[in-house]
């Protein structure tokens, strides 16, 4: 795993954005709406494939139905700071309903509000 | 349930969202025509570009890729959403294009720019074609 902008302060950042990333690679095999109901801000905005992007209601309504494989794992993170921003940029891959492997790309991006680390853009590319 | 904080869209400065708007132009331009020259002196030295095929690449890798002529035809970006937060911002934008088969095709893609003295630098993209 990269970080950039390494400054001493960062090190808890790192280690909650570290543990916001692994819960929300576990939520969306899940389907654990409850996990990104409490750290979506509300303002959030994903960006899939089709074109499309979703609020965060839309998100809820999507995350909600069952995930189209298994064993999905976040790849090559790496977390970066920028002004008020903290980008996300990793890999992933899953098993897929056929036993082939999937993969895929995300750039999350999270903002602090009021000592909290909130999501306010996923973009995703699955495979 | 946890309670949502209300958005903290920081205030901008003035001119923010012109100059964001102009540069977002700009982009789609240069990717139109391989502006090379345009990336170099627009993208932060740790830019980092998540690709539509699923790959990741640096400043010095995505110069290359836009150096080659694009793709795609008709390419178009529709529905451009910039959000500021404090000296940096997120742009949200949907493409229309066509395949070289002849089919359409439709993506996004989602831009993050820091300022920098004065200057906005292109940090992240995260391209999508379907």
Redesign the interface.
């Known amino acids: 795993m990269q970080q950039t902008d390494l400054a001493p302060t960062r090190t808890q950042d790192i280690q909650t954005l570290e543990d916001l990333n692994r819960h929300f690679i576990r939520s969306a095999e899940h389907s654990d709406a409850a996990w990104y109901r409490e750290h979506l801000a509300e303002d959030f905005l994903s960006s899939h494939r089709d074109g499309s992007i979703v609020d965060r209601d839309g998100f809820l309504q999507r995350i909600s139905g069952p995930y189209p494989g298994t064993q999905l794992q976040a790849v090559d993170v790496q977390i970066r700071f920028a002004g008020e921003l903290a980008l996300i940029h990793a890999g992933f891959k899953y098993k897929r309903p056929d036993g082939q492997w999937g993969s895929g790309r995300y750039t999350d991006i999270y903002t602090r509000r009021q000592q909290r680390w909130l999501c306010v853009s996923a973009h995703f590319n699955r495979f | ?2 309670k ?7 205030a901008a400065k003035p001119g923010d969202e012109t100059q964001l708007t102009r540069l977002n132009q700009e982009f789609i331009t240069a990717v139109k025509t391989s502006d090379v020259a345009w990336f170099e002196s627009k993208l932060a030295p ?1 830019f ?1 570009n ?3 095929d ?3 690449s640096d400043r010095a890798g995505f110069l290359k890729r836009v150096a080659s002529p694009i793709q795609v035809g008709d390419f178009a970006v529709h ?1 451009v ?1 910039i ?1 500021m ?4 911002a ?1 742009i ?1 934008g ?3 294009f066509t395949h070289p088969d002849g089919q359409t095709g ?5 831009d ?1 720019w ?2 920098h003295a004065n200057r906005w630098l292109c ?2 993209a ?1 391209v ?3």
């Open positions: 349930m946890m949502q904080e209300k958005p903290q869209t920081h740790d980092l998540s690709n539509a699923g790959s990741l529905d959403l959000r937060f404090g000296t940096t997120i949200h949907r493409t229309s439709r993506g996004r893609y989602t993050v820091a300022r940090i992240a995260d999508s074609r379907g």
